[in-house]
């Protein structure tokens, strides 16, 4: 069965980067996007953008342009979202979710990270 | 930017009753309008793909309608593990934008 399975809760002091990963199993990880959403304490969800496994491309909201780097590594099927210059509201869960399109819906969540920034 | 309008925030409804949920888009996006679920401590769950599709092993309860601006999410007849925070987000354009939940309770 399809699964995606995140990295452990992460804190981090004001100003450090913080790096999750997402190793998805149950299918051909090439073959489809990861998309990467967060969602703050009583926040709604928040789209930070999306990453092409096969060709690495990548397409970042426009919030976090700059600050939000999604890398992935095809020999161990794991996709990376890097979070840099954190600030206490990057505080959130983080989740990565499969995508069967460039443009569409998630089919297939992991089970969110939660990252925490405080001094 | 897309903004989503989910109401109501919260709903308290006893076990087989029927559960209705808005969604409101600021502008149209066609069937681009997508339903998940989310319990604690739990993986979020697509619901209903493209407004009205459901998704594969998705409960026969959960149904979807609408296009354009303005989306419904039916739970037929809920049962105690419907209990959860439910969520419309859009893939129309970029950036992805979602609505801000309506949390259900069995009452």
């Known amino acids: 069965q399809v699964q995606l399975v995140q990295s452990g809760a992460e804190v981090r002091k004001p100003g450090a980067s913080v790096k999750v990963s997402c190793k998805p199993s149950?299918?051909?990880?090439?073959?489809?996007?990861i998309q990467w959403v967060r969602q703050a304490p009583g926040q709604r969800p928040e789209w930070m953008g999306r990453?092409?496994?096969?060709?690495?491309?990548?397409r970042y909201a426009q919030k976090f342009q700059g600050r939000v780097t999604m890398t992935r590594d095809t020999s161990i099927s794991t996709a990376y979202m890097e979070l840099s210059s954190l600030r206490s509201d990057d505080t959130a869960v983080y989740y990565c979710?499969?995508?069967?399109?460039?443009?569409?819906?998630?089919?297939?969540w992991g089970q969110g990270t939660l990252v925490t920034v405080s001094s | 930017e897309i903004v989503l309008t989910q109401s109501p925030d919260f709903q308290s409804v006893p076990p087989k009753e029927k559960v209705t949920i808005t969604c409101r888009a600021s502008q149209s996006i066609g069937s681009s309008l997508h339903w998940f679920q989310v319990k604690p401590d739990q993986s979020p769950k697509l619901l209903i793909k493209y407004a009205s599709q459901s998704f594969s092993g998705v409960p026969s309860r959960f149904s979807g309608s609408g296009s354009g601006t303005e989306f419904t999410l039916t739970i037929n007849s809920l049962e105690a593990e419907d209990a959860a925070t439910y969520y419309c987000y859009q893939s129309s354009s970029l950036p992805l934008t979602f609505g801000g939940g309506t949390r259900v309770e069995i009452k």
């Open positions: 979710a499969r995508a069967p399109g460039v443009s569409g819906y998630f089919d297939y």
């Open positions: 149950g299918y051909i990880f090439i073959g489809y996007y």
């Open positions: 990453i092409n496994p096969n060709s690495g491309e990548t």
